[in-house]
């Protein structure tokens, strides 16, 4: 619990902003699958502080290092274990967070709970807790790149503030994505969303914004009746990220204002396969995979550290003033889109393997 | 997995809509609760069929039966295995469910998995599975009534089709709620949502819409960082539920559009507790709840099941056109209400019991 | 936790000796395997009261429902729940159970944990409890039926009191076995065990005995390191049964008396498998099974319930003086195998999807 | 699972003999225990080899780090990474092991069900992987320092070979049995039993033996029924460890050959406390610890690896001769007393917070 996610593809994270490190235990994954410290690093890259000019200018290079579980270059079946020691900390940076409570961050509720903190950067609250969440994803990414290899995951940034990307999720390709900083599906809107991004930053306040991910090739018969239906751990796994307050999948929010009639998806049959001629299900029905893509949407608050002066309280419950004077990202969205990919990977794996636990392979 | 909710606070269903009935079995439960079936009668109530005149006529009595886990009229702290007989079961009515997939239901992906479906009313996808979880919802509720008296859950509907109701979340009052057969939180404008739903009904059609949820007085601490925030396991258990397609909290999606400055929830001191001006947070902070009022909404799809007729295909994937014979629900909210509320009791159940054991109670 | 047993093939049992029955909910069973009540009556035909002259005369038909996850006569791989109705209750006979504490009983530990007991005819802690059991491991030797027909499981007495039955393990046949009324491998030492317990049981008293286990046909590669050895499941399963008060595998603590040199078995290679000459590991090297057969043995203490009086305390804390008047077996050692073979069998099946879910079914 | 033990005290081990090093991550220990490396290098350094002239002359320094969860000197209620670096591995001094299957080793059964493995050392199979256990051991040690300082565990050998310790468990002390190298009860009797072990690894054979393991002052109420009795979850903890053949606790196998009412432990009243004047029960009744010593017994088979050569065959189904050129111990015994001790630490410490959860802290 808490710290694993997972029943049968587990990762148990572990790690503070400051200490020693924070790193993951995958328990699970399957033997023989191709794995080295090379293939993990990309997405550790996509995830890290200071790979562009609209995030935080905190320069950690995230080097991770495979500690067991792999021989030969193969995973053994056995646990693996990855981690990225800590550097540049400059706790004094944060010294504020040791009697001030942020607002809308976890200082207080942390305090609450455990009578004890480590206010240093915020410790387990601290985004570098996802690096945990990105290298178990990874890992998974990598089994589905051995055992069903037309499986694609592809994520971006569907909103930032009030301006919405326009491209259907279907039509996104991920190397578009990738090549601009703001991971926007397409190259000519997102220059206007860094400038938006930098003005905001300037003006020393932050930006929320919606991710989309788009899993292409998913096999048929994914997912559990009934509390463990595919969009509900999705959804659980979107909600555990750090400043996600919304999740939905296919039609979403805006499918209510249908009726009946407009929002079922049709069936026909195209070669050999059931299709559905519309996609408002989002690739899942009665909490099962149905082959179409699997679309869904998880909205990101602005952005929590923000240079202006705020008022708050301390530990001692009185009255402060608090300013900010950590290096902070104005919008955590291009960096969020590494952390839902992972999240995704992780609930795909673990219903991967529970199918074939039940199932056997017969169906595929 | 899959038909079990909770680690400490375990409830496990199981049933299908046709055979010999549906139940939960109760795990974790604290003893010397008072339990009795006439209480958890009324939660059954104002889920089951044919309780007013908009929604499904199917008149299902659903008298639940406790058979075991207490004595002398209080829990033993050993499972409470509590059931529902089926009744009124017209196989018959289903029986172009046998062979035809219906649009936007499980019947395809069911089948495509396990290679085998009760085809009767929906088996196991029907909504007559969250009997189950409304048992377990039910005594989580009791075991707060005698551990945390003064936590409340207050379920309403906020939106039918494109009708939003205007009350803000924290005025609504369970009273109100229930006066009305919508459960929507002021009379008057649930006269016109009532008229809304029969007209819908009229035209073979369907409706969607939002179930919002108020937790009030829920202990500060509730919620474990990282993977099992509070957020996260309400965002799962409320994804479970049949129909669901998006969850929220606090802002939402809508908090994107705001910047970090008019988003974050600036702290202050009301006598001895740290307490919030803001609620966008919606009462979780890290994951963490922080004493304020703890507010979700959850997007529910119209009703798949129309009498109008549809195109779709049959199991040997010949094209074929369906027309619903079985009584449905034209708006399936307003019994939805006691399933979101159900599924919240059930996840601060768990969470509270969890709190308990990793911190004692030093501190309530 | 608590009242489920296992991961992937999941058993969650409930209910008490008085009240409504008991029962067990197996989740996780592959889909499309024949069952049918009658399947699983004999095997709680075996574990019943009053099946021969040696055992308890409470006379329990224990008559199985299965009330979900079959239909057509084929598990649906939705959680199959059955019970059984409680019947012939007499709580009378336990009237001095409600202030007295039976001595090596689980009265104390019960009340002193809960605060709260169903005294009538030991509530929870009644073997009736173990039907549920026998539901879930019958529900598994069905699947092993149909997915690895060749595997076995022969359970039968070892010893009673002093005596030792002398046939070798490898050598026990199960038609041999369920010949006779103590399940004792031979017939001709069976018909002294008998008169044993009927002496025994003629003075008021009771004994302890040994039940042994042989699996032959298990695949190669059940189990996994490190915690989840499947000896140590096999260990806990054994060791959760009432009266269990040892377990050991293959040479047990008669082994640690010999030399490395000894104890180690020896491989050759037999056509193309890997076998061992010896087998004092039991079937299981490293905690997988090595494709000999699993040879376990399970301690059970003499039944505490005897008629001879007793020195005891009761719930206020005074001496008394007990004799009980329940009907109770002199030697639950007959009744305890169908006990063991359910655990045996919850294990395997387990141990057998949670190998099919990381390795594929590439192997076998 | 597999790597993960406990379900609210959890401790989730990785680590391969030779790689990058051995760690767990403990996760579910309350906030606020002091705790520092110093704390646990003492446990670890019972177990390493090297610590005396009877055990394996590796000479491992097996010295922690830890990575996370403690803050200030305290646990922070977060997960708790600990490791400890590889060291002195020299993999030629195995390369045998690359192709051979050493007999009663996992080698065989690894490769059957992996399809790989790390043949340096053992991998995963060696008991490098205990180092993971200990450390959750010793930290579970801590918290019941601070939350029950009146538990204690002495853990001692019973038995080597055929030599029996005589002395009673209840009289066993501690400080007694770690003054010795075989960590046996007494002194005199030890130094025998020194000379046994130093004649039979002269001899390049080796020993086995029982340990015993007698747990005071444990609060009454640990323990679930019906699978998580505390006996059964001990159970699985010990025949978890390598080597491990048997388990029995209180009366054990010798407790059969009793009539019930010489075994029966007969309630009295000691103050205000209910007690037993004997203890066949072994500390625990109905799954549920009554006050009582808890007193259990392990059977370790003598070790696999002999100096003397074997008949084998190797990966290629090849009749083999091996003659095993590591450094090894002769006799397990003395280092496996801490890896019993740490089990049952672990064991002990989930079912205290698990029993919290449930019943809260009106009891104790």
New interface residues.
């Given amino acids: ?5 997972g ?2 593809y ?1 990762v ?5 902003s400051h ?5 993951a ?1 995958v ?6 699958i191709p794995l080295a410290e090379k293939d993990l690093q990309p997405d550790l890259d996509r995830r890290r502080p200071g790979q562009s000019k609209i995030v935080t200018p905190r320069n950690e290079a995230d080097r991770c ?8 270059g ?8 990855v ?1 990225v020691r800590n550097q540049d900390a400059r706790p004094e940076a944060y010294r504020e967070m040791e009697t001030m ?1 942020r ?4 200082d ?3 305090q ?7 206010w240093q950067g915020g ?3 601290s985004a570098r ?1 996802t690096i945990g969440r990105v290298i178990g994803g990874s890992i998974a990414k990598r089994m589905f790149g051995q ?1 069903v290899p037309r499986l694609s995951v592809t994520t971006f940034v569907r ?1 930032v ?2 301006v919405v990307a326009r491209m259907e999720a279907g039509r996104v390709e991920r190397s578009e994505v990738e090549a601009n900083p703001v991971r926007w599906p397409d190259a000519k809107e997102a220059a206007q969303v860094v400038r938006l991004i930098e003005r ?1 930053r300037s003006e ?7 991710v989309e991910c788009v899993v292409r090739g998913c096999p ?2 994914l ?7 595919l ?10 990220l ?1 400043a ?10 805006s ?15 195209q070669g ?1 396969k ?1 299709r ?1 001629r519309t996609n ?3 690739g ?8 179409e893509e699997i679309v869904f949407r998880v ?8 240079s ?1 002066s ?4 301390n530990s001692k ?3 402060v003033e608090l300013r900010a004077r950590g290096r902070h990202d104005p919008c955590v969205l291009p960096r969020a889109v590494p952390m839902v990919e992972a999240m995704a990977f992780l609930v795909l794996a673990d219903h991967y ?11 595929k």
């Avoid at 969009?231 to 555990?240: I, N, P, Q, R, V």
């Avoid at 393997?353 to 169906?363: I, N, T």
Wanted: proline share 4%; hydrophobic share 35%.
């Fill in positions: 619990m808490a710290n694993t996610f029943h049968l587990r148990t994270t572990w790690g503070e200490g020693g490190g924070v790193g235990v328990d699970g994954c399957p033997p023989r290092e495979i500690l067991s579980g792999v021989f030969g193969k995973t053994l079946g056995t646990p693996i274990s981690w409570f607002p809308s961050h976890a207080y509720t942390y609450a709970k455990y009578g004890i903190r480590n410790g387990r609250t807790e055992l909103q503030g009030s905001v020393g306040d932050s930006l929320g914004g919606v048929v018969g997912g559990e009746p009934v509390f463990d239906r969009e509900a751990d999705l959804a659980k796994g979107m909600m555990s750090p996600s307050k919304g999740f939905e999948i296919g039609s979403g929010f499918g209510v204002r249908m009726r009946g009639s407009e929002h079922n998806d049709e069936f026909f049959v050999k059931v559905t408002r299900s989002g899942v029905q009665g909490g099962i995979s149905n082959g909205a990101f608050k602005p952005v929590a550290t923000i202006r705020q008022k708050t309280v419950g009185k009255a393997l529970r199918d074939r636990a039940q199932m056997g392979l017969s169906r």
